[in-house]
Nanobody, 123 residues
C-alpha cells in the first residue's frame, strides 16, 4: 500500500524560508517522477515543481529562482526548499507521486497524493 505524507508547513513572514518534506512508503521515489503542487480554496491545483528519475527538475515561473525541489533516495523523501517567500505563496501544498503519462505540470497525470500541508506567508 502506497502512502505519501507531507510535512513542514507553517506560518512564516514574507522573505522567510520553509522546507517541505514528502515521505513515501511502498513507493521508491527514485524510480518515479515526483511533483509539488499547491491549491488555494476555490481554485484549481497549481503546478509548483517536478523532479524526474534522472534528477532533472522543472519549476513554475512563479517560483523559479526561489524554490528548489530535491530528493534523498536513501531516506526515500522528497523536499521543497522555499526561500524568499511571498504572501501569494500561501496555499496548501501537495506532494504528487508517479507521473503516469502526459505533462508533469498536470495534476491529473499523477497516481498518488499526500494529504497536503498548509503554508501561510504573512506578517
Amino acid at each position: 500500500q502506497v502512502q505519501v505524507i507531507e510535512s513542514g508547513g507553517g506560518l512564516v513572514q514574507p522573505g522567510g524560508s520553509l522546507r517541505l518534506s514528502c515521505a513515501a512508503s511502498g513507493l521508491p521515489l527514485s524510480a518515479y517522477v515526483m511533483g509539488w503542487f499547491r491549491q488555494a480554496p476555490g481554485k484549481e491545483r497549481e503546478f509548483v515543481a517536478a523532479i524526474y528519475r534522472s534528477g532533472r527538475t522543472y519549476y513554475a515561473d512563479s517560483v523559479k529562482g526561489r524554490f528548489t525541489i530535491s530528493r534523498d533516495n536513501t531516506e526515500n523523501t522528497m523536499y521543497l526548499q522555499m526561500n524568499s517567500l511571498k504572501p501569494e505563496d500561501t496555499d496548501v501544498y501537495y506532494c504528487a507521486a508517479d507521473l503516469r503519462s502526459g505533462s508533469y505540470s498536470s495534476p491529473d497525470n499523477y497516481a498518488f497524493w499526500g494529504q497536503g500541508t498548509q503554508v501561510t506567508v504573512s506578517s
